[in-house]
């Protein structure tokens, strides 16, 4: 089995959420593990991957490259289809922040001997910034009760998750890259300025590649 290693940079605030808020106090919150420590999970990169890799394909179409033949079934070798029992060829894994298994047992350690200073909130608070936004009526007037909170995970963060698969397929990782490179933002609130990020593969010579597309779609 191949594992290939996914990197996203977070170049500004983002909020991957959960669904849930947080009490009474975070009306939209992020998602984060046991210890506080917070990461992207592997379902949200693979649709946002999915909808970058759909992008690449009406791109080369519009520009009469037909690199990838049989796009659909490119698309379906990376991420499935849905509602699809079996497992297709590449699986995605949760991204977590770089040496995160280094950070754990740390944490581990703190929690365990000072957790009156250590603990899971806290440790969430270091990684995180919480916002509040309220809505403006037409008239510039904040609407009553309509204040949120939110939770963002702070810029400059790396996170890593595994993508795995059985059977390589050049076609189908070519596609992988792309439409990594291709991605531009994830998560909730992008039209208010969260969510860009910089993706990658790791020992991914893209330029490269990107060429040679270029020189086969008859671009000089």
Aim: contains cysteine.
């Amino acid at each position: 089995m191949k594992t290939i290693i996914l990197n996203i940079e977070l170049l500004s605030d983002t909020l991957p959420g959960s669904g849930e808020g947080y009490g009474a106090v975070i009306d939209t919150d992020i998602v984060f593990d046991e210890y506080g420590i917070p990461f992207i999970p592997a379902r949200r990169i693979k649709g946002c991957l999915k909808d970058s890799a759909n992008e690449i394909i009406e791109m080369l179409t519009l520009a009469n490259n037909n690199h990838f033949s049989n796009s659909q079934e490119t698309i379906k070798d990376l991420f499935g289809m849905p509602g699809q029992s079996e497992e297709n060829g590449f699986q995605f894994y949760n991204l977590y922040p770089k040496e995160y298994n280094q950070t754990v047992d740390w944490f581990k350690y703190l929690n365990n001997n000072y957790s009156e200073i250590f603990s899971k909130e806290a440790i969430l608070e270091s990684y995180t910034d919480v916002r509040m936004q309220t809505r403006i009526d037409d008239e510039g007037i904040a609407d009553d009760h309509s204040l949120r909170t939110i939770r963002v995970i702070r810029k400059g963060l790396t996170f890593e998750g595994e993508i795995k698969t059985q059977i390589p397929n050049a076609d189908s990782e070519f596609l992988l890259e792309l439409a990594c490179a291709n991605l531009r933002r994830i998560g909730t609130k992008r039209n208010r300025g969260l969510g860009e990020v910089k993706c990658s593969l790791n020992g991914s010579d893209i330029k490269d590649k990107i060429q040679k597309l270029k020189t086969a779609g008859g671009e000089k």
